[in-house]
């Protein structure tokens, strides 16, 4: 299970961190852990994501911008927004897969997902 939350409005150049709890998967790994937006322009497209080597990978539209990170000991995942956009509004969800080695931003990588958390970006 997996659950965001810290979303929000803020306006261009803002900051927002948005956390998710994970459930159910072994401190240890192996495992990846995402975080995806969903717009009025993508479906869902992948932001950043993080496995139990602390080795993360960016999408380019947020590479420098954004950092992913987790607390292993609270198995929470973080992504801090920096230097916000408008175009970087939409629904943030949180993915899981277990068992994996294989570093991707594919949706269809990822078979445990979040409600989501709404961030907002006015210019």
């Known amino acids: 299970q997996l659950t965001e939350s810290g979303g929000g409005s803020v306006q261009t150049g803002g900051s927002l961190r948005v956390s998710c709890i994970v459930s159910g998967l072994p401190q240890n790994g192996p495992y990846r852990l995402g975080w995806f937006r969903r717009s009025p322009w993508k479906e869902r497209e992948g932001i950043a994501s993080?496995?139990?080597?602390?080795?993360?990978i960016y999408a380019d539209s947020v590479r420098g911008r954004f950092t992913i990170s987790q607390d292993k000991a609270k198995v929470t995942v973080f992504l801090q927004l920096d230097r916000l956009k408008p175009e970087d509004s939409g629904m943030y969800l949180c993915?899981?897969?277990?068992?994996?080695?294989?570093?991707?931003?594919?949706?269809?990588?990822?078979?445990?997902w979040g409600q989501g958390t709404q961030i907002t970006v006015s210019s």
């Open positions: 993080i496995d139990n080597y602390e080795s993360s």
């Open positions: 993915a899981a897969k277990e068992n994996t080695a294989i570093r991707s931003l594919n949706v269809y990588l990822y078979d445990l």
